[in-house]
């Protein structure tokens, strides 16, 4: 699923989605919004991509949050305001429920809308010229509590209201301090060190990622509404499979083993 703003391509077991729109900081229009949810779906639906990596075309940033050149079109009265946060809403959704693990790789500018979409991934990679921010008290927006949500989630509150109080730009050493992004690499190691650390991921056992990825989600849950029988299911699916036999097997023979998901 690729157009002329959402690059969607695979390369063996990882898929890579761009937000192809570098003349603007790769600002992301209603139909971004969309094709990148289609992009997010085709991948998860392949069978066979077991990591995604999402990131933005041009070396001055990932995405510099919305495109409000398009504003005067796409968000003209409540109708279409409410359409263009359903297409931001459904293609959040679609990437944090990725059963597979999810990569932001981070060159440059990663702004509102741009840290929110790699909030909902499951890992963020960083350039050392990196730079975020959520500006909505710059311009007088009110922000969802689920988005501010997911960043307490990760960085805890008093770090997520020194974000959204100051509204000012972090640079990539303090978002590494805040837990905002996993590692910071100079900007000439970025591709490199990412295409290494999503071969790794690509490899080990996709079921136990799965497991993994499930648990986190429902421990983030309140204790009520958290579906331990879909996680012990998916434990029982780890010692049931093939791969947990080939795991140790290739132990044994000290070799590196080949999952195939089964």
């Known amino acids: 699923m690729t157009t002329d703003r959402i690059i969607c391509s ?5 898929g890579q989605i761009v937000f192809n729109n570098p003349d ?3 600002a992301m229009s209603l139909d971004m919004w969309r094709d990148g949810e289609a992009a997010v779906r085709e991948l998860c639906d392949s069978g066979d991509v077991r990591v995604i990596v999402l990131t933005g075309a041009g070396d001055k940033a990932f995405v510099a949050g919305a495109d409000i050149s398009k504003f005067g079109e796409e968000r003209d009265s409540e109708a279409a305001v409410d359409e263009y946060n ?3 809403r459904n293609f959040q959704e679609a990437l944090s429920n990725a059963p597979m693990p999810t990569l932001a790789k981070i060159g440059g500018y990663c702004i509102g809308g741009g840290l929110a979409i790699a909030l909902c991934c499951d ?3 960083a350039s050392d010229d990196s730079r975020f921010a959520v500006p909505a008290a710059k311009l007088g927006l009110g922000y969802a509590a689920s988005g501010i949500e997911r960043l307490m989630q990760i960085v805890g509150p008093s770090f997520a209201m ?10 990539a050493g303090e978002a590494l301090t805040m837990g905002l992004v996993n590692r910071v690499v100079p900007r000439a190691e970025l591709a490199a060190y990412c295409d290494g650390y999503t071969s790794q991921l690509s490899e080990n056992a996709p079921l136990t990622i799965r497991a993994v990825k499930t648990a986190v989600s429902e421990n983030l849950k309140a ?5 331990l029988v879909l996680c012990d299911a998916q434990v029982a699916a780890c010692f049931a499979s093939q791969d947990y036999i080939e795991g140790r097997t290739a ?3 000290k070799r590196k083993p080949q999952f195939t998901g089964a």
């Open 86 to 88: 359903a297409a931001v």
């Open 162 to 171: 020194e974000i959204f109080y100051t509204a000012r730009q972090f640079d």
């Open 223 to 227: 204790p009520s509404d958290r579906d």
């Open 123 to 125: 890992l963020r990679i």
């Open 10 to 14: 695979r390369d063996g077991a990882v």
């Open 251 to 253: 132990f044994m023979e």
């Open 24 to 26: 603007r900081h790769n």
